[in-house]
Nanobody
Framework: QVQLVESGGGLVQPGGSLRLSCAVSGFFISSNVMRWYRQAPGKEREWVAGITGMADMTNYADFARGRFTISTDSAKKTVYLQMNSLEPEDTAVYYC???????????WGQGTQVTVSS
């Protein structure tokens, strides 16, 4: 049974940092592409970053490049999103995402709230 559980969100001041975690079960991270998305109030969900299963390739949305870092720890079965230099515009619910199975299904976590405010 595939499960994704995010944690690490919270309230942070502009310019601050947070590290989000996504604990996975039911599959091996090394065999999957893992992604982070976010959804701000009143806006559509948007892709933030992705990482290949072997962590040999990463990709970022323009707004995230240079400030956010996606990484994995296969032993801990966890995907991370390190977010630095946070801005109020980064306020959103952040979701972990992957595809798994034959036929492939899309899986989402429940999300973790990030609020950037002074």
């Amino acid at each position: 049974q595939v499960q994704l559980v995010e944690s690490g969100g919270g309230l942070v001041q502009p310019g601050g940092s947070l590290r989000l975690s996504c604990a996975v079960s039911g599959f091996f991270i090394s065999s999957n592409v893992m992604r982070w998305y976010r959804q701000a109030p009143g806006k559509e969900r948007e892709w933030v970053a992705g990482i290949t299963g072997m962590a040999d390739m990463t990709n970022y949305a323009d707004f995230a490049r240079g400030r956010f870092t996606i990484s994995t720890d296969s032993a801990k079965k966890t995907v991370y999103l390190q977010m630095n230099s946070l801005e109020p515009e980064d306020t959103a619910v952040y979701y972990c995402n992957t595809h798994w199975g034959i036929p492939s299904r899309e899986y989402w976590g429940q999300g973790t709230q990030v609020t950037v405010s002074s």
